[in-house]
């Protein structure tokens, strides 16, 4: 079988000596920078503020200004620039509010580009639109509602967009002030089975290593992931990892071509010629990832290529891993992860080889109905190779959204209390001690959970700061009905969204929130590498727009006033003393008061010296179940009903149900902002498919197709793509129509976002 190595042939060496990639496919970084300062234009003064003094509210790599901890000089991405307009546009005129005939056309792009929501507005039932309310008129009715309303009844949810760990801190201190633990973000929709495996495994839930630790490491190997478009600032980091000799190492079904080749805008050597990022890429197939490690453990163990030591006096559980993946069968294991036994081989060759080596995932491991024993899986490799607590070595759950680590850390989850503590009796006793009033002992509901319960009819009043679950979650069309379930729906935003136009049954209130940059006394963001950023308060007014977490504040203050003292939390420095408090691990975050100010809790490395949080001490293997044929159970019995087609291992034909994921394009969350993906080329509606299997269907370049199954049908076109071939990549949110509900990962709540589907030409 031919290598995984990535060869560069001739041409490939003729085009990077082409100086800035002239004639072939990249980002145009410059001419994109020169556009945005060019849409800046109206407030230049303030959007050089925002970049020179704030911290990046793009993905969690974590910038302040123009400087990093990482690496020495300026740099600065296109992600942060593409979110820019979001903190300088102005507010749209309000009357535009009136009637809702008028912007129902409107797609979300065109939604943001109307500029800020400035005034709290209402919709009452059967009006054709929102019209203007006082603050006093919005908390009135607010919290007439939550008073009256059973807390198992309501529910809180918070996104990631621009949120701050001070917003999360006062969002579940007030929740629970008003007696429900139904609150949870965003972070359960992409990382939460990071978090459920890393906890049992070893007793922490976030990256155990610093982004430092890329460089030198034998291996950077990402599973599942595509940093080059969803965090643009660690190409750089591979960058200057590979001068050190770094070997990157792609697992993922499509060869992404960022990963591939990316020019860094802020590396003069880059920006002209060009970085190859990846040097190894192993195709597996969408959901055999645990398969593919399985195989690769057995040959590990079969050769005891693993660090015995390390095994032998810091972990438990390895007989039982060791037992089951003798039991498999390497034909097995080819069949689930599209990859074979040599393919397995030459993958636990580059570990045998490596001394060091620091393991990413990232959303292509984690949302899948067994996304957590996935992530257990990559966690069973790393401790096999002790690639844990020790310089240049880590296991790196990477995340996409700013400060999304610090929501379930400051307790904004239904599953947990602030510090990622369990919600039982013994913890809900102690939270109530320090705030001096009672919390519930009972688990919320979680984000998916929360729509189920608006569509059921159980849920009265739902309050969304940020986020769209109608852009977010599968079946758009079950949302949109959930969302319409609701009596009172409450989104505090800085922009509009189409969720906010679908009708509640009595009322839906929007109101204008101030951007993080704008928060009074400044905020907080936590990194991937765990390190706690202050970002200044930089003024600006747009309307009547507040603070986030006063908005919350004064919500809950105006639900319970004789008690409303009990809040604390009057400012964001006595906030940010409380949260000392309350998450011993952030203490020392009360004195950050300056741009570049930061603390990394845990230091460098976490389970440093091989010391894990655990109850015993030691990190804990544990053998997973492979998934049947790679599917959800929901989706194995579906198939097994009677004149439906099985799911072959390879190829296609008329009948193939093909395996479909769903990738990110040019785009924050579900922000797009290009109808072209510059990475690839690919346009929204792109069906992304191996050349050989659109051969045995006789597709050509932009053929028009249907992707159909029993839930839904999604048309688009054929874009021929190095993938695994029996699989498919449609852009998210859009792909969502095939996506089925109620399909989670077990132990966190996450929904798969993949789905099986035949092709029909158009």
Same mark, same amino acid.
């Given at each position: 079988?031919?290598?995984?190595?990535?060869?560069?042939?001739? @041409?490939?060496?003729?085009?990077?000596?082409?100086?800035?990639?002239?004639?072939?496919?990249?980002?145009?970084?410059?001419?994109?920078?020169?556009?945005?300062?060019?849409?800046?234009?109206?407030?230049?003064?303030?959007?050089?503020?925002?970049?020179?003094?704030?911290?990046?509210?793009?993905?969690?790599?974590?910038?302040?200004?123009?400087?990093?901890?990482?690496?020495?000089?300026?740099?600065?991405?296109?992600?942060?620039?593409?979110?820019?307009?979001?903190?300088?546009?102005?507010?749209?005129?309000?009357?535009?509010?009136?009637?809702?005939?008028?912007?129902?056309?409107?797609?979300?792009?065109?939604?943001?580009?109307?500029?800020?929501?400035?005034?709290?507005?209402?919709?009452?039932?059967?009006?054709?639109?929102?019209?203007?309310?006082?603050?006093?008129?919005?908390?009135?009715?607010?919290?007439?509602?939550?008073?009256?309303?059973?807390?198992?009844?309501?529910?809180?949810?918070?996104?990631?967009?621009?949120?701050?760990?001070?917003?999360?801190?006062?969002?579940?201190?007030?929740?629970?002030?008003?007696?429900?633990?139904?609150?949870?973000?965003?972070?359960?929709?992409?990382?939460?089975?990071?978090?459920?495996?890393?906890?049992?495994?070893?007793?922490?839930?976030?990256?155990?290593?610093?982004?430092?630790?890329?460089?030198?490491?034998?291996?950077?190997?990402?599973?599942?992931?595509?940093?080059?478009?969803?965090?643009?600032?660690?190409?750089?980091?591979?960058?200057?990892?590979?001068?050190?000799?770094?070997?990157?190492?792609?697992?993922?079904?499509?060869?992404?071509?960022?990963?591939?080749?990316?020019?860094?805008?802020?590396?003069?050597?880059?920006?002209?010629?060009?970085?190859?990022?990846?040097?190894?890429?192993?195709?597996?197939?969408?959901?055999?990832?645990?398969?593919?490690?399985?195989?690769?453990?057995?040959?590990?163990?079969?050769?005891?290529?693993?660090?015995?030591?390390?095994?032998?006096?810091?972990?438990?559980?390895?007989?039982?891993?060791?037992?089951?993946?003798?039991?498999?069968?390497?034909?097995?294991?080819?069949?689930?992860?599209?990859?074979?036994?040599?393919?397995?081989?030459?993958?636990?060759?580059?570990?045998?080889?490596?001394?060091?080596?620091?393991?990413?995932?990232?959303?292509?491991?984690?949302?899948?109905?067994?996304?957590?024993?996935?992530?257990?899986?990559?966690?069973?490799?790393?401790?096999?190779?002790?690639?844990?607590?020790?310089?240049?070595?880590?296991?790196?759950?990477?995340?996409?959204?700013?400060?999304?680590?610090?929501?379930?850390?400051?307790?904004?989850?239904?599953?947990?209390?602030?510090?990622? @503590?369990?919600?039982?009796?013994?913890?809900?006793?102690?939270?109530?001690?320090?705030?001096?009033?009672?919390?519930?002992?009972?688990?919320?509901?979680?984000?998916?959970?929360?729509?189920?319960?608006?569509?059921?009819?159980?849920?009265?009043?739902?309050?969304?700061?940020?986020?769209?679950?109608?852009?977010?979650?599968?079946?758009?069309?079950?949302?949109?009905?959930?969302?319409?379930?609701?009596?009172?729906?409450?989104?505090?935003?800085?922009?509009?969204?189409?969720?906010?136009?679908?009708?509640?049954?009595?009322?839906?209130?929007?109101?204008?929130?101030?951007?993080?940059?704008?928060?009074?006394?400044?905020?907080?963001?936590?990194?991937?590498?765990?390190?706690?950023?202050?970002?200044?308060?930089?003024?600006?007014?747009?309307?009547?727009?507040?603070?986030?977490?006063?908005?919350?504040?004064?919500?809950?203050?105006?639900?319970?006033?004789?008690?409303?003292?009990?809040?604390?939390?009057?400012?964001?420095?006595?906030?940010?003393?409380?949260?000392?408090?309350?998450?011993?691990?952030?203490?020392?975050?009360?004195?950050?008061?300056?741009?570049?100010?930061?603390?990394?809790?845990?230091?460098?490395?976490?389970?440093?010296?091989?010391?894990?949080?655990?109850?015993?001490?030691?990190?804990?293997?544990?053998?997973?179940?492979?998934?049947?044929?790679?599917?959800?159970?929901?989706?194995?019995?579906?198939?097994?009903?009677?004149?439906?087609?099985?799911?072959?291992?390879?190829?296609?034909?008329?009948?193939?149900?093909?395996?479909?994921?769903?990738?990110?394009? @040019?785009?924050?969350?579900?922000?797009?902002?290009?109808?072209?993906?510059?990475?690839?080329?690919?346009?929204?509606?792109?069906?992304?498919?191996?050349?050989?299997?659109?051969?045995?269907?006789?597709?050509?370049?932009?053929?028009?197709?249907?992707?159909?199954?029993?839930?839904?049908?999604?048309?688009?076109?054929?874009?021929?793509?190095?993938?695994?071939?029996?699989?498919?990549?449609?852009?998210?949110?859009?792909?969502?129509?095939?996506?089925?509900?109620?399909?989670?990962?077990?132990?966190?709540?996450?929904?798969?976002?993949?789905?099986?589907?035949?092709?029909?030409?158009?």
């Amino acid at each position: 079988m031919p290598s995984h190595e990535i060869k560069r042939d001739w @041409k490939a060496r003729l085009k990077s000596a082409v100086p800035f990639g002239l004639g072939q496919r990249k980002p145009k970084h410059f001419r994109y920078m020169a556009a945005i300062a060019w849409e800046n234009r109206d407030n230049l003064p303030y959007a050089w503020k925002v970049l020179s003094r704030g911290v990046c509210d793009g993905c969690a790599l974590g910038v302040a200004g123009f400087h990093d901890w990482t690496i020495e000089g300026i740099h600065l991405c296109m992600t942060r620039l593409n979110l820019l307009r979001l903190n300088t546009m102005p507010a749209f005129d309000v009357s535009l509010l009136a009637d809702l005939s008028k912007l129902r056309n409107l797609d979300n792009a065109q939604l943001r580009e109307l500029g800020r929501l400035a005034y709290p507005v209402l919709r009452e039932k059967n009006a054709p639109g929102f019209h203007r309310i006082s603050w006093d008129e919005a908390y009135q009715r607010i919290s007439a509602k939550l008073r009256a309303t059973d807390p198992k009844r309501f529910a809180f949810f918070l996104t990631a967009r621009g949120i701050t760990n001070e917003v999360y801190y006062v969002a579940q201190k007030a929740a629970r002030f008003l007696g429900t633990n139904n609150v949870d973000n965003a972070a359960r929709l992409c990382h939460a089975p990071s978090t459920a495996a890393m906890k049992h495994a070893l007793g922490v839930a976030a990256t155990t290593c610093s982004y430092k630790d890329w460089y030198g490491t034998d291996l950077v190997i990402f599973f599942g992931a595509n940093p080059a478009n969803d965090q643009p600032l660690a190409t750089k980091y591979l960058h200057e990892a590979k001068k050190l000799g770094t070997k990157v190492v792609m697992v993922n079904p499509y060869r992404e071509p960022g990963m591939d080749r990316y020019w860094v805008p802020s590396t003069p050597s880059s920006a002209i010629f060009g970085t190859n990022i990846a040097d190894y890429w192993f195709p597996v197939a969408i959901g055999g990832d645990i398969a593919f490690l399985c195989g690769v453990l057995k040959i590990l163990l079969d050769r005891n290529w693993v660090n015995r030591e390390f095994i032998d006096d810091h972990t438990t559980g390895f007989q039982d891993l060791k037992f089951q993946i003798s039991n498999f069968k390497f034909d097995d294991l080819e069949a689930q992860a599209g990859l074979s036994r040599s393919s397995m081989e030459e993958f636990a060759e580059l570990l045998h080889r490596a001394k060091t080596g620091v393991l990413v995932w990232s959303m292509g491991i984690t949302q899948h109905a067994f996304g957590g024993d996935a992530v257990q899986m990559i966690l069973n490799l790393g401790l096999l190779k002790g690639f844990v607590g020790r310089d240049k070595c880590g296991l790196m759950p990477i995340r996409g959204h700013s400060s999304v680590q610090g929501g379930a850390e400051m307790g904004a989850y239904s599953t947990a209390f602030p510090g990622g @503590k369990p919600i039982n009796a013994e913890n809900a006793a102690e939270l109530s001690k320090l705030y001096g009033f009672p919390i519930p002992d009972w688990p919320g509901l979680t984000a998916p959970q929360m729509v189920e319960a608006c569509h059921r009819g159980t849920l009265d009043l739902l309050y969304c700061l940020g986020g769209n679950f109608l852009r977010t979650l599968p079946e758009p069309d079950y949302v949109r009905e959930a969302l319409a379930n609701v009596p009172l729906r409450v989104h505090q935003d800085i922009i509009l969204t189409d969720q906010m136009f679908i009708p509640a049954k009595e009322e839906v209130i929007l109101l204008p929130a101030k951007t993080r940059y704008e928060q009074d006394d400044g905020n907080t963001e936590t990194s991937t590498e765990r390190r706690i950023m202050f970002s200044p308060e930089i003024p600006r007014q747009v309307g009547e727009a507040r603070a986030e977490w006063k908005i919350l504040r004064d919500i809950a203050a105006a639900v319970h006033p004789e008690r409303a003292q009990l809040l604390g939390c009057e400012t964001g420095w006595k906030m940010r003393e409380e949260i000392a408090r309350a998450v011993p691990f952030y203490d020392g975050i009360q004195n950050l008061r300056e741009t570049g100010d930061a603390i990394q809790y845990g230091g460098a490395h976490l389970c440093s010296n091989f010391k894990f949080a655990t109850p015993d001490g030691k990190a804990h293997f544990r053998a997973v179940p492979l998934p049947e044929n790679g599917m959800h159970e929901v989706e194995r019995k579906r198939q097994a009903q009677p004149g439906l087609p099985t799911a072959p291992a390879n190829g296609s034909n008329g009948s193939t149900l093909f395996k479909v994921s769903t990738r990110r394009g @040019k785009q924050f969350n579900s922000l797009i902002y290009a109808e072209i993906d510059p990475l690839n080329g690919a346009p929204r509606d792109a069906v992304l498919i191996n050349p050989d299997d659109a051969a045995e269907l006789h597709l050509i370049q932009n053929d028009r197709i249907a992707l159909t199954n029993d839930l839904g049908r999604y048309e688009g076109r054929v874009f021929l793509a190095p993938i695994a071939r029996g699989n498919l990549q449609i852009h998210w949110p859009e792909g969502n129509v095939i996506i089925r509900r109620g399909v989670i990962e077990p132990a966190s709540g996450v929904p798969d976002y993949n789905a099986k589907a035949k092709i029909e030409k158009i």
